[in-house]
């Protein structure tokens, strides 16, 4: 389920082969005064009975690979890497990105530091 800032993803245990899980993933943007616009993400939930929580910063010209920190971080998790709970409703991935791309008044095409890449994980 997505609500802007907010997606809620849940698998009752053996369904489909995996784990059960119940994820919360909220994100807002936030100015930092040297970094400038920041994607601030938290994951919350619980993995196959394991409860769990995680945070993360991304900048603005990196923020779009979001899906690629979550996956990795659920899959520290108990969560195997081809079963991330964001690409299960590709629509719903969409409306993410979306919202994200409007709270940091990005524009498609726009450059991408490559310190930020090494900085933010991917």
Excluded: C, W
Aim: charged share 25%.
């Amino acid at each position: 389920m997505f609500e802007p800032g907010h997606l809620h993803r849940s698998n009752p245990p053996g369904l489909g082969g995996q784990p059960g899980y119940s994820i919360d993933f909220y994100y807002e943007v936030r100015k930092d005064s040297q970094e400038g616009p920041m994607l601030h993400g938290r994951l919350v939930g619980e993995i196959d009975g394991k409860a769990f929580e995680e945070t993360f910063a991304m900048h603005r010209d990196t923020a779009f690979n979001f899906a690629s920190v979550i996956s990795r971080l659920v899959a520290k998790h108990g969560l195997p890497a081809n079963h991330s709970p964001i690409m299960r409703a590709h629509q719903e991935y969409d409306a993410i990105f979306e919202d994200i791309r409007a709270r940091l008044h990005a524009k498609p095409g726009e450059a991408v530091n490559l310190d930020h890449v090494e900085r933010d994980g991917l």
